[in-house]
């Protein structure tokens, strides 16, 4: 504290501006002639939509367009950051996921609309009006059900939910230090799905500019070289027609890098209506829609000899990776864990199978540490 009793920051550049009140988060970003975007989500985890009637939306005050899933049919689903093979060199499963739902609905918070108004009240209005007609189907939200005989299945592309099935180390070498063990330890951990919802709820102003066929995406985002090639991936836009401004990030834990559906949904509509269009989400939207955290249940045997000395580990993690798959979800579920799963203890024998579930919840990714769950807390 200096004598003329104002705090002096040094070190951290940017204390003084957020203190005060002059931070610029995405919500703060307003571009000239924008209109403003309203998400209508669905309120079940599984169903068929069988019918969408816009009608009387469309004819509400203010109301300047409503997009559907025929509107982002054309969109595509970028691939999670998984290269490698699992058991058997199987690779893993991808379902398509829409950027705005079509024909099925496949958790509670996925996009089903997106209106374009004059202002947030008008949009918001106008997504409660649209009437839309469901046919529930039987859903599963735990990932080692979802993977029983007879589970509701969420992708017709991936029997039986089994997105990933990954392991690693010496099953046989495992089994035989089991065998041959004086005590086995077991247990298990539910390591519980995680909201994280950061301090700014999930935002986005897109304007596009027809004369260089280019975007400017104002967003909270942790890394733009990881959200930029997701952008280019669902919506086929080239990475040099994509401008991504980020000034201030109101929490990120992991949950911030990846370009979410409405993003592109946004892109869509500025296009279309040559005019940039804002959307700010509820902090319902941010709880519901925002990729979920951990969401794993984790199976461990620990063989000891009669001296209490480690001679093998075997872990099993049940993984619930939502409805669809988040770009790091996958990795931080199998290649992190995996490689901590010894941490600094000296075991012999190791051997680990990771299962990733597909089930009608979250998509779920990393999150604060993630994937150093097993290592951190067992041992």
């Known amino acids: 504290m200096s004598d003329a009793g104002v705090t002096e920051f040094k070190g951290r550049r940017e204390d003084d501006r957020l203190l005060t009140g002059r931070g610029r988060y995405t919500a703060d970003w ?18 068929e939509v069988v019918s969408l009637n816009t009608k009387a939306a469309l004819t509400m005050p203010g109301v300047k367009a409503i997009l ?30 829409d ?14 609309a997106l209106v374009v108004a004059s202002s947030p009240a008008a949009a918001q209005d106008a997504a409660e009006a649209i009437e839309v007609e469901y046919r529930d189907l039987p859903a599963v939200v735990d990932a080692e059900a979802a993977l029983e005989p007879g589970a509701p299945q969420l992708h017709d592309e991936i029997p039986g939910n089994l997105s990933f099935d990954y392991e690693y180390g010496d099953e046989n070498a495992a089994e035989a230090a089991f065998a041959s063990a004086a005590h086995v330890t077991r247990l298990t951990l539910e390591s519980t799905r995680i909201s994280g919802t950061p301090m700014e709820p999930k935002a986005c102003v ?25 952008f280019v991936a669902i919506t086929g836009v080239p990475a040099d027609k994509i401008r ?7 929490g990120g834990f992991g949950i911030r ?3 979410y559906p409405e993003y592109c949904a946004l892109m869509l509509a500025a296009r279309r209506l040559g005019a940039p269009v804002k959307w700010v989400g509820s902090r319902f939207e941010t709880i519901v829609s925002d990729h979920h955290g951990r969401a794993a249940r984790l199976h461990g045997e620990l063989a000891l000899d009669r001296e209490g000395r480690f001679l093998g ?11 669809f798959l988040s770009q790091p979800g996958p990795l931080i579920n199998t290649r992190n864990p995996a490689s901590h799963a010894i941490n600094v203890y000296r075991i012999p024998a190791l051997y680990g199978r990771h299962l990733l579930a597909l089930t009608n919840t979250t998509s779920t990714t990393a999150y604060r540490g993630a994937g150093r769950r097993w290592s951190r807390w067992c041992w």
């Not at 950027?99 to 089903?112: C, D, M, N, P, S």
């Not at 897109?206 to 997701?230: I, K, W």
Request: a positive charge; aromatic letters at 8%.
């Open 30 to 47: 307003n571009l000239p002639g924008q209109l403003y975007g309203a998400f209508l989500r669905s309120d079940r985890a599984h169903a």
């Open 68 to 97: 559907t899933g025929e509107d982002t049919a054309a969109f595509k689903t970028p691939p999670p950051m998984v290269a490698y093979p699992g058991k058997g060199g199987a690779m893993i499963k991808v379902p398509h996921r």
């Open 99 to 112: 950027v705005i739902a079509r024909k099925r609905v496949r958790y509670v918070g996925q996009e089903v």
């Open 206 to 230: 897109v304007s596009y500019d027809a004369s260089s066929e280019s975007f400017d995406v104002y967003a909270s985002t942790q890394g733009a070289s990881m959200m930029l090639p997701n």
């Open 244 to 250: 991504i401004h980020a000034h201030d990030v109101g």
């Open 257 to 259: 890098s990846q370009a």
């Open 313 to 323: 580990l075997r872990i099993r993690w049940a993984v619930n990776a939502g409805a």
